[in-house]
T-cell receptor, first 117, second 114 residues
Framework: GAGVSQSPRYKVAKRGQDVALRCDPI?????LFWYQQALGQGPEFLTY????????KSGLPSDRFFAERPEGSVSTLKIQRTQQEDSAVYLC???????????????FGDGTRLSIL | AQTVTQSQPEMSVQEAETVTLSCTYD???????LFWYKQPPSRQMILVIR????KQQNATENRFSVNFQKAAKSFSLKISDSQLGDAAMYFC???????????WGAGTKLIIKP
């Protein structure tokens, strides 16, 4: 597609349920990033993939959060046993080259708004 | 730890006027990059402008320009001839050459008065 696509756009889940959020990066983009954006805040880094390799997961808030990108394209962010504090917008971004190089800007999707009841 | 601070939660400006959004940051690194992103209600982050720290010349993109003061660790965004479509949240972000992470400010909500 022309841009980064995220689905679903909205997700409502009950506390304790597992959720899976999908990100389709721009075709051919090597780098993929996940961010968590709480209401009224700036995004916070969660994890980074270069192709299928997860090179940095230091931002994942707990072991309930898991991300994968098995074939180096589509990525899934999974949250197990959701808690109310997981409610946020989850943003995905991709960039053309690896290494997080800045001369290639990050292109963002529209995000998934996750609400935990 | 690196931090990015946007001290203005909200700014308003009359259409066609000029507005400046403030951003300060804190880093011990010498090589880094600074960005301004725009986030309209659609939630998609859109890159507005970027600045490499090693460049002394301030970046400019059409109506958008920055005032980069490296010694003061300040990176403000000036929007000239404000348009209704400029209304959005504006985020300042910093990227270090040494890792993959973007460090973000809390954002400034820009309101354009017609």
């Amino acid at each position: 597609g022309a841009g980064v696509s995220q689905s679903p756009r909205y997700k409502v889940a009950k506390r304790g349920q597992d959720v899976a959020l999908r990100c389709d990066p721009i075709s051919g983009h090597v780098s993929l990033f996940w961010y968590q954006q709480a209401l009224g805040q700036g995004p916070e880094f969660l994890t980074y993939f270069q192709n299928e390799a997860q090179l940095d997961k230091s931002g994942l808030p707990s072991d309930r959060f898991f991300a994968e990108r098995p074939e180096g394209s589509v990525s899934t962010l999974k949250i197990q046993r959701t808690q109310q504090e997981d409610s946020a917008v989850y943003l995905c971004a991709s960039s053309l080259v690896g290494g997080g190089l800045i001369n290639q800007p990050q292109h963002f999707g529209d995000g998934t708004r996750l609400s935990i009841l | 730890a690196q931090t990015v601070t946007q001290s203005q939660p909200e700014m308003s400006v009359q259409e066609a006027e000029t507005v400046t959004l403030s951003c300060t940051y804190d880093t011990s690194e010498s090589d880094y990059y600074l960005f301004w992103y725009k986030q309209p209600p659609s939630r998609q982050m859109i890159l507005v402008i970027r600045q490499e720290a090693y460049k002394q010349q301030n970046a400019t993109e059409n109506r958008f320009s920055v005032n980069f003061q490296k010694a003061a660790k300040s990176f403000s965004l000036k929007i000239s001839d404000s348009q209704l479509g400029d209304a959005a949240m504006y985020f300042c972000a910093q990227h270090m050459d040494s890792n993959y992470q973007l460090i973000w400010g809390a954002g400034t909500k820009l309101i354009i008065k017609p």
